[in-house]
T-cell receptor, first 114, second 115 residues
Framework: DQQVKQNSPSLSVQEGRISILNCDYT??????FLWYKKYPAEGPTFLIS?????DKNEDGRFTVFLNKSAKHLSLHIVPSQPGDSAVYFC?????????????FGGGTRLMVKP | EPEVTQTPSHQVTQMGQEVILRCVPI?????FYWYRQILGQKVEFLVS????????KSEIFDDQFSVERPDGSNFTLKIRSTKLEDSAMYFC?????????????FGAGTRLSVL
C-alpha cells in the first residue's frame, strides 16, 4: 500500500538553514493532511495540518504547502534547530471514510547539525 | 496539556498467549484508534471506535483482535492468541470530534514482544 509516500528516508541540514520534507500521495479522496514528528520511544506528535481547500498553512517556524494537482505536499522548517532532529511522518485522511483513519508515509529522518 | 496515556510501555509475552494493551484517551475526545508499527515499517491503521462500536477496521484487525471501552475512560486492545508477527509498537490515538480537522493525538505506545 503506497498511497502516501515519503521518498527521502533521511535529510541532513545545517542549523539555521531551511529543512524541506516532501510527501506524495495517490488517493484523490484524501482531503486532510497532517505532519507528525516522532522521537525515539515516543508516539507521533502532531505538528501541523492542512485542508485540501487551502494551499498553505503556517505555524511559527513550520509551513505546510499543498499542491493538489501534483498530489504533493511539503513541510518547511525555517530556521532549523538541533531540537528538530526527529522522524517526520506525513499522514492523510479522507472525509468519506467512516473511521477517518490516517494513512501514513514511511517517514523522513531529519538531522539538524549544530 | 492533556495527553493520551498507554500502559504498559513494554509487554513481553509467549506466542499463543492473550495480551491486553491499555489506553486512556484524552478525556473529552470521542473517537479512538489503534495503530501499529512493525520495526522498520510504516505506521498502520488497525481500528477506529466511536459511540461504543467499531466504525472501521483494517485487514490486519482479524478475529484475534478486539477492542473495548469498558468504563468510559479506558480503551483496550486485546489480542487473543499472539503470534510472532504481532510483535510491534502499538499506538493508541484519540480525536475530539467529527469536525473538518481530523487531528489525532497519539500515546507513547506499547512495545509488544512475542517470543
Amino acid at each position: 500500500d503506497q498511497q502516501v509516500k515519503q521518498n527521502s528516508p533521511s535529510l541532513s541540514v545545517q542549523e539555521g538553514r531551511i529543512s524541506i520534507l516532501n510527501c506524495d500521495y495517490t488517493n484523490s479522496m484524501f482531503d486532510y493532511f497532517l505532519w507528525y514528528k516522532k522521537y525515539p520511544a515516543e508516539g507521533p506528535t502532531f505538528l501541523i495540518s492542512i485542508s485540501s481547500i487551502k494551499d498553505k498553512n503556517e505555524d511559527g517556524r513550520f509551513t505546510v504547502f499543498l499542491n493538489k494537482s501534483a498530489k504533493h505536499l511539503s513541510l518547511h522548517i525555517v530556521p532549523s534547530q538541533p531540537g528538530d532532529s526527529a522522524v517526520y511522518f506525513c499522514a492523510a485522511s479522507a472525509r468519506n471514510n467512516a473511521g477517518n483513519m490516517l494513512t501514513f508515509g514511511g517517514g523522513t529522518r531529519l538531522m539538524v547539525k549544530p | 496539556e492533556p495527553e493520551v496515556t498507554q500502559t504498559p510501555s513494554h509487554q513481553v509475552t509467549q506466542m499463543g498467549q492473550e495480551v491486553i494493551l491499555r489506553c486512556v484517551p484524552i478525556s473529552n475526545h470521542l473517537y479512538f484508534y489503534w495503530y501499529r508499527q512493525i520495526l522498520g515499517q510504516k505506521v498502520e491503521f488497525l481500528v477506529s471506535f466511536y459511540n461504543n462500536e467499531i466504525s472501521e477496521k483494517s485487514e490486519i484487525f482479524d478475529d484475534q483482535f478486539s477492542v473495548e471501552r469498558p468504563d468510559g475512560s479506558n480503551f483496550t486492545l486485546k489480542i487473543r492468541s499472539t503470534k510472532l508477527e504481532d510483535s510491534a509498537m502499538y499506538f493508541c490515538a484519540s480525536r475530539r470530534d467529527r469536525g473538518a480537522k481530523n487531528i489525532q493525538y497519539f500515546g507513547a505506545g506499547t512495545r509488544l514482544s512475542v517470543l
